[in-house]
């Protein structure tokens, strides 16, 4: 624990929001919009936080807590996550297996969440979430083994401050085989086009809108604030692991770190711009594609 | 330099597994005409010298232009778009090309090359494409795509044998370009004439379905 790592933890708390902003800023552009403001996703926060609640009566205590725990899990998760070329606020040997169950965690709380309101449309979208997740994880898991593997550590703060660019010199293909499966698995993730549209308000093509349909007031903001938190906690792992310079000076580490993640929402932008979202029956194929190039890599840098 | 070869060699496996999980068949046409631009750019960059010159540009200018225009062609002609219903799913097949991958690299660390291979993935991704190309014929039911899966075939064996072109003689490279032509070269035709034939008959009875229950409409 440092006090550095703390800043940064507390910036990513506050700034998640904001990028989401830039990608809706950038659909905008290219869309030739003029889009909403910048700040647009976190007003939204303030707004929901104000409203009451209502709760359905065939709902129980599952309900109210699935929003919550989600959002626990992902703040949770964020502290493992390294930060602005720092490391996490918390980082001990293994801690990826715990980011990654907490992602895990979360998932399963908005999907009993969606599974307790007894609506068919939220049991669909239940269904699909985990599906997709059940193709998803082998393929994060195989990244990080690939990741563990190249670094000889298993923590992720460990593992992301020894990427260079060294690393990339002497294991390139691997490491971008890596980086392009966590780039897809982190659209995925995070709900965005190729797998899910999170613009679309159609219960029968989407995935995670779906699930959160019955959610109001403070337990939408909830939801919608941990969702900004996972797109900036594996926005964070892309980013080290694509731009891996470090100064060692904290301010210019923070303007790298910065300028990284804004790429990844506007590369993330243009690709909702310039991609249709795949039908799903496509979906696994390319969540077995991302798989593949990081069992790919493992063999890589397996020799 | 090495870097620029081992990035080449994991952009013909990720053709590899590409091309297993398509269905449309024109991009899996673009996909191996790839395949054939990075394998002449691999004879390239390996051995620098008028040898080699010749073959890795016979193979951009063949596997790259030549052998993509004729299968197009047939394409456009056979009015097929994509794969329907194949012996064995996109997403099994996507599966069975990461355990491809595995095996051939499992088995290349253990076969005993008697030369010095500038890369040590060279193998392995040979091997990768050889079995790709084997299964592709085995598992898909359109005459095209099964000429797409002899093409990675013999890439493979190509890509075997850039690995020691120098030792090579030229003839032999060229020999194979050309029995190669000839063979996707009558591949090319008989996809034309076997769909032909069977889009014929397809077509005669669709439209004498629709006409017979225009005329029952008629009579009602």
């Given amino acids: 624990m440092d006090a550095l790592s703390f800043v940064y933890w507390v910036i990513s708390l506050v700034l998640a929001p904001l990028l989401l902003g830039v990608i809706n800023k950038t659909k905008a552009f290219w869309a030739g919009r003029l889009g909403p403001p910048l700040l647009q996703p976190a007003y939204d926060l303030i707004k929901l936080l104000r409203k009451g609640a209502v709760y359905s009566k065939t709902t129980t205590f599952v309900f109210r807590a699935g929003p919550v725990v989600s959002l626990a899990a992902i703040v949770m998760a964020l502290t493992l996550v390294p930060l602005g070329g720092r490391a996490g606020l918390l980082s001990f040997q293994g801690d990826l297996v715990l980011f990654a169950y907490l992602l895990g965690l979360m998932r399963f709380f908005t999907v009993i969440a969606a599974l307790d309101t007894g609506s068919s449309f939220e049991g669909m979208g239940a269904s699909r979430e985990v599906q997709f997740a059940a193709l998803a994880e082998p393929a994060l898991f195989v990244g990080f083994a690939v990741l563990a593997q190249e670094t000889t550590s298993l923590s992720l703060s460990q593992i992301l401050s020894v990427i260079s660019i060294e690393t990339w010199g002497q294991s390139g293909p691997a490491l971008a085989l890596v980086a392009v499966a966590l780039f897809i698995l982190f659209l995925a993730e995070n709900a965005r086009i190729p797998v899910d549209d999170p613009n679309t308000h159609l219960e029968l093509t989407m995935i995670h809108e779906v699930m959160v349909l019955d959610h109001g007031g403070p337990d939408l903001a909830f939801i919608l604030y941990g969702a900004a938190l996972k797109l900036w906690a594996l926005g964070a792992i892309v980013t080290h692991i694509m731009l891996p310079v470090r100064t060692g000076i904290f301010w210019a580490d923070g303007m790298i770190f910065s300028a990284g993640m804004i790429g990844l929402a506007i590369v993330t932008g243009v690709v909702e711009s310039v991609m249709a979202r795949l039908r799903l029956t496509h979906v696994p194929q390319l969540l077995l594609g991302a798989g593949v190039m990081a069992v790919a890599a493992l063999v890589l840098v397996w020799r | ?220």
């Fill in chain 2, 1 to 220: 330099m090495t870097v620029g070869i081992e990035t080449i060699l994991v952009l013909l496996l990720m053709t590899n597994v590409a091309l297993l999980g398509m269905s449309r068949l024109g991009a899996c046409v673009l996909i191996v005409a790839l395949q054939g631009v990075l394998l002449g750019v691999l004879t390239l960059l390996f051995h620098p010298g008028v040898h080699t010159l010749l073959v890795g540009l016979g193979s951009i200018a063949l596997k790259g232009v030549a052998f993509p225009w004729l299968l197009g062609r047939a394409l456009r002609q056979a009015e097929v778009r994509r794969e329907v219903e194949p012996f064995v799913g996109y997403n099994l097949s996507i599966v069975i090309g990461a355990a491809i991958v595995a095996l051939s690299f499992w088995i290349g660390s253990r076969l005993p090359v008697a030369f010095s291979v500038v890369s040590p993935f060279v193998v392995p991704t040979a091997l990768c494409m050889l079995l790709t190309g084997f299964f592709l014929i085995v598992a898909r039911k359109k005459a095209l795509t099964q000429v797409l899966g002899y093409l990675v075939l013999e890439n493979g064996v190509f890509s075997f044998g850039v690995a020691f072109a120098p030792e090579a003689p030229l003839v032999v490279e060229l020999g194979v370009f050309l029995d190669l032509f000839v063979a996707v070269f009558v591949m090319g035709i008989a996809i034309f004439h076997i769909s032909r034939e069977f889009d014929h008959i397809d077509t005669e009875q669709l439209s004498m379905l629709r006409d017979w229950r225009q005329g029952g409409d008629q009579r009602d």
